[in-house]
């Protein structure tokens, strides 16, 4: 295995630690430090790395240009900035990204891709459809398609693997998971993997928007007359599923009395129209979804335990955005933009690269909406790139945080009372290295939500 040598020439004291800790690699890496004893890099020999990591400020004093000096070692140097710098260009670096110092893991890695591009030691695939190895050495999966759904990570394709496999059988699915997080496709997917129900319609039912008094009719339908109003046939939800897919979303929002009425025509198919004496046999796929925690509704009794029997033969769970990881997160943002871009654009208009502090933000923004909330951030975005042709960071931040609801600190988040904001920022700092800056568990010790965590790194400067 190929042992990674690092050369860190940084003042920042934990610096070396926090880049060993996000690269942890089985193989290495081996970080060689330069300090004031050591020989200091300012001679034009070649150094014994394969990368380097040096601040921006530190061949000031030997009064050399940073790119010319890169040449002349010959392998591929990364520049720190200050610690609080917010901006990632600096004018000795013309258009070089910059690394911050209080780098977080996704930073890193970021630079380092942009850095590495055509660095073959590394062995950066990023032609798009095929898997790649990072710097961080793991495998960096293509975005995949199946329809118009767009997945990455491996616990999606499980998903989609299974959606397939169980929606060949006639069997009922049940799938959870949180708003936004595209339930609807896969329930779609479970339908068209049926070889004989996939022929007939998919009827889509909110079951959180039925009107108590229309139950019976829409679910089992009625004939002309059967009640004032009724001034024809009408065949209702399951006729209307017949031979094909009844899919029944927010099943937890059904009230008790609704759920028992449809656990006898579930049962058996057979349903009586309202104001008819005919019994009359359906045959269709049932598929329900919800994002409410039907076990605990079990236990409180507000759900029936017999209804979640006959509904949840299997059981699909669809991961939030957290769960499936930044990877897929920036892809789906990259993705979402550019149908964004087509979609608004008079003409075409290719996605531009995004800066870094935008991938920063999307990877470890938490997006409680999921989807649905990435695809809105991604056209906001795009929007403001077909206004401004550039991405300038404080307006598009601003834009990204005007809902009230996402990015104010929560009124209900009580904030230990710190001295001092540098007491605060130390905190915050000690908190993260000793929880290896992971931020859930971080946010946890410090007893806050992962928005007020991300707020603080924000304000010093702690995140990028
Ligand atoms: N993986 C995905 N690829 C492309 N679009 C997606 C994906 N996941 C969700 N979407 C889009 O996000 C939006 C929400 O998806 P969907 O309605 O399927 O979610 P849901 O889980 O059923 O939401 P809810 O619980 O609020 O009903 C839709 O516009 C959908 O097209």
Redesign the pocket.
């Known amino acids: 295995m190929t042992v990674i040598q690092i050369l860190v020439w940084e003042g920042q004291h934990d610096f070396a630690k926090r880049l060993e800790r996000c690269l942890n690699r089985e193989d290495g890496p081996e970080i060689l430090r330069y300090d004031e004893e050591a020989e200091h890099p300012s001679s034009d020999a070649p150094m014994e790395a394969d990368i380097a990591f040096i601040s921006t400020s530190a061949l000031r004093r030997y009064d050399r240009n940073h790119l010319a000096w890169e040449r002349i070692k010959g392998i591929p140097v990364i520049w720190v900035g200050s610690g609080d710098q917010s901006v990632y260009t600096t004018t000795a670096l013309s258009e070089r990204v910059v690394l911050p110092a209080y780098f977080n893991c996704a930073s890193l890695e970021t630079v380092m891709r942009h850095t590495l591009r055509s660095t073959p030691r590394f062995g950066v695939d990023t032609h798009p459809g095929s898997e790649a190895e990072t710097e961080k050495g793991h495998i960096e999966l293509p975005l995949r398609k199946e329809g118009?759904?767009?997945?990455q990570a491996a616990c999606?394709q499980q998903l989609v693997a299974n959606a397939r496999l169980y929606g060949a059988l006639s069997v009922s699915v049940l799938?959870r998971?949180?708003?936004?997080?595209?339930?609807?496709?896969?329930?779609r997917m479970v339908a068209d993997a049926h070889p004989d129900y996939r022929n007939g319609h998919f009827v889509a039912v909110?079951c959180a928007a039925i009107p108590d008094t229309l139950f019976e009719s829409l679910f089992f339908g009625h004939v002309k007359g059967s009640f004032t109003g009724a001034v024809r046939d009408h065949a209702g939800y399951f006729r209307d599923a017949h031979n094909g897919t009844l899919y029944l979303?927010?099943i937890g929002d059904l009230p008790f009395y609704q759920q028992v009425k449809l656990l006898r025509a579930l049962d058996d198919g057979v349903i009586h129209p309202v104001g008819s004496s005919e019994t009359i046999k359906t045959n269709f796929r049932l598929v329900t979804?919800?994002?409410r925690p039907l076990n605990r509704m079990i236990q409180e009794g507000t759900f029936r335990l017999d209804f979640y029997h006959r509904i949840a033969v299997v059981e699909l769970y669809?991961p939030t955005l957290h769960e499936r990881g930044a990877d897929e997160k920036l892809l789906?943002f990259s993705?979402?933009m550019r149908q964004s871009l087509n979609h608004y654009a008079q003409e075409v208009c290719d996605l531009p690269e995004l800066p870094l502090w935008l991938k920063d933000w999307v990877s470890s923004y938490p997006f409680s909406g999921?989807?649905?909330e990435?695809?809105n951030k991604a056209a906001r975005m795009a929007a403001y790139y077909l206004g401004h042709h550039r991405f300038e960071q404080a307006e598009c931040m601003h834009l990204l945080c005007t809902d009230a609801l996402e990015c104010e600190t929560p009124e209900t988040d009580e904030l230990p009372d710190f001295t001092s904001k540098t007491e605060e920022r130390n905190q915050v700092l000690q908190a993260l290295e000793k929880n290896q800056w992971r931020r859930s568990e971080t946010a946890d010790a410090l007893g806050w939500s992962r928005k007020t965590l991300w707020l603080k790194m924000k304000k010093y400067g702690l995140s990028d």
Not at 148 to 151: A, G, I, P, T, V
Not at 177 to 187: L, M, N, Q, V
């Open positions: 118009s759904f767009l997945y999606m799938i998971g949180g708003s936004g997080t595209g339930k609807e496709h896969i329930a909110n979303d927010e979804a919800t994002n669809v789906l993705a979402a999921n989807v649905r990435l695809f």
